[in-house]
């Protein structure tokens, strides 16, 4: 049998498996109504008391999940590459150097920038 027709046949599997799903649950689930209670926000369990307890969350927070990110996909990254150069090039070990150089580089940004350390005072 063609490789694309299992495909096909296994995603169509999938795909009906969820919308017979859905659809079971539209129709045997429990219809909640909508109330005042309902419909007011909801976050983290904690029902909303005071305007002025809201607080913005300070940027510090937002630098670390980008630096986090950032290294995250580099690893990532950096494993693909080296599962696809397979015959190993001139031109693939000169990517690879200037890959690790940009992740260097980001490594010294953060740290001289102390962004780990602020985050923590």
């Not at 990110?69 to 990532?76: A, G, Q």
Request: charged share 15%.
């Amino acid at each position: 049998m063609n490789p694309y027709v299992v495909f096909l046949l296994y995603l169509g599997a999938i795909l009906s498996f969820v919308f017979v799903t859905l659809l079971m649950n539209r129709v045997l689930g429990p219809k909640p109504v909508a109330s005042t209670i309902k419909l007011e926000p909801f976050e983290c369990g904690a029902e909303p008391v005071d305007s002025r307890n809201v607080r913005p969350i300070a940027v510090k927070y937002f630098g670390v999940a980008v630096a986090f990110i950032l290294f995250d996909l580099e690893t990532v990254f950096l494993f693909i590459w080296a599962v696809g150069a397979q015959p190993l090039t001139g031109f693939m070990l000169f990517t690879f150097f200037i890959f690790i150089f940009l992740l260097v580089l980001v490594l010294l940004y953060v740290y001289k920038a102390r962004l780990l350390e602020e985050v923590t005072q």
